[in-house]
């Protein structure tokens, strides 16, 4: 089982719709999560973190669920410019010098039409 | 503005030749730097954890005597790919620890390797 897991996509919406993404994570002890968007051959960008108790940023919302280990993307009212691939990210170690190591989920395509 | 800068952009060599990407941490220390591959329409994939004044640690799969690293100073870490073949063309990222809590991740804008 692969440590980070994220729904295959790709999604293809029109504008107004709205989308969600999961990603599941097989290490309980895994400590921080995030949400990034990388657009095509660019670096990944941090679109939010994940809070325990759910978190909001205008148009997205991200839960975790550590019970069923697993992290959600919602985005309403989707734009065209949500086009780009989201990326599931989980750290797994809190401290020391391996806290920095991402592991990734494979990615969702996300293609927002008119 | 970039706070972890990598260079070259892209690179284009040919099969046998080795290439040096460097990722430099323009205003804060790292002493941890992460090295990722990704092909394309796959996710990013640890290579190695890059530690200054010591070996990196390279993930299982990775071969240490082919994808070199070198992490002699706080802001800067070197990939070498050695003996480069058609199969190593990807993109490259490196990403660095950094911020006031020493907690932020910062990306480089990745390398893209092609060899011909």
């Known amino acids: 089982r692969k440590e980070v897991e994220q729904d295959p996509g790709p999604f293809n919406v029109p504008e107004g719709a709205t989308v969600a993404f999961n990603c599941t994570y097989s290490?309980?002890?895994?400590?921080?999560f995030f949400w990034y968007r990388q657009d095509c051959r660019k670096e990944p960008k941090l679109l939010m973190s994940?809070?325990?108790s759910g978190n909001e940023d205008g148009r997205f919302t991200a839960q975790l669920n550590r019970a069923s280990q697993y992290i959600s993307l919602l985005i309403r009212d989707s734009k065209l410019s949500d086009s780009a691939t989201y990326l599931c990210?989980?750290?797994?170690?809190?401290?020391?010098?391996?806290?920095?190591?991402?592991?990734f989920g494979q990615g969702t395509i996300l293609t927002v039409h008119p | 503005g970039a706070v972890v800068s990598q260079h070259p952009s892209w690179v284009i060599c040919k099969s046998g030749t080795s290439v040096k990407i460097e990722c430099r941490s323009l205003d804060f220390q790292a002493t941890t730097m992460f090295w990722y591959r990704q092909f394309p329409k796959q996710s990013l994939m640890l290579m190695a954890t890059?530690?200054?004044?010591?070996?990196?640690?390279?993930e299982q799969g990775v071969e240490k005597d082919k994808f070199l690293i070198n992490h002699a100073s706080l802001t800067l870490s070197t990939l070498t790919v050695t003996s480069a073949h058609p199969e190593d063309s990807s993109f490259y990222i490196c990403?660095?620890?950094?911020?006031?809590?020493?907690?932020?991740?910062?990306f480089g804008e990745g390398s893209w390797l092609t060899v011909v």
């Open positions: 990210v989980v750290i797994m170690n809190a401290g020391g010098t391996s806290y920095g190591k991402l592991t």
């Open positions: 890059s530690n200054e004044g010591s070996k990196a640690t390279y």
């Open positions: 290490n309980s002890a895994s400590q921080s």
């Open positions: 990403s660095a620890r950094g911020g006031s809590s020493g907690n932020t991740i910062y």
């Open positions: 994940v809070y325990s």
